[in-house]
């Protein structure tokens, strides 16, 4: 992957409080039936950083993923310029967005540098259209 061109737009120090904003954010995770918590934390070009957490639901369809949490917060605070996603699980290798994620981040940032750890301190850094190529997107709409 593409790490040296990540670390370039996004700082040691911004790695470090994206991550920490993600395992606040894991915290809050509402999850009965996996126990799989899980937390994002999405930086905008503002500056502002957003969380979110996995919310379950007996209905399992209508469970919520934590980084489309941490992007519809994001949005509906009027911002859609994504420059980092962070997102921390408490599996034994860092945990990657699901394809649902991945297509709905894919949206609004295609290149969306990706920060993916576990508790145990283990961070991948990746890039969105690396985990989605050949992404669906507006231009099959036309």
Do not use: W
Request: proline share 4%.
């Amino acid at each position: 992957m593409e790490e040296k061109e990540i670390l370039v737009k996004i700082s040691e120090e911004q790695k470090e409080r994206l991550l920490a904003e993600a395992r606040k954010a894991k915290e809050k995770a509402y999850t009965p039936y996996s126990n799989y918590k899980v937390g994002a934390a999405l930086l905008t070009r503002s500056g502002r950083i957003f969380g979110g957490c996995n919310i379950e639901n007996a209905s399992y369809g209508a469970t919520i993923c934590a980084e489309r949490v941490a992007a519809v917060k994001a949005l509906s605070a009027g911002e859609k310029d994504f420059l980092a996603l962070a997102v921390l699980s408490d599996s034994e290798e860092p945990g990657t967005p699901c394809g649902i994620c991945r297509q709905f981040l894919v949206e609004f940032a295609p290149q969306l540098p990706l920060i993916m750890g576990n508790l145990q301190g283990k961070v991948i850094v990746g890039r969105l259209d690396h985990y989605l190529p050949s992404a669906f997107n507006k231009e099959y709409l036309k």
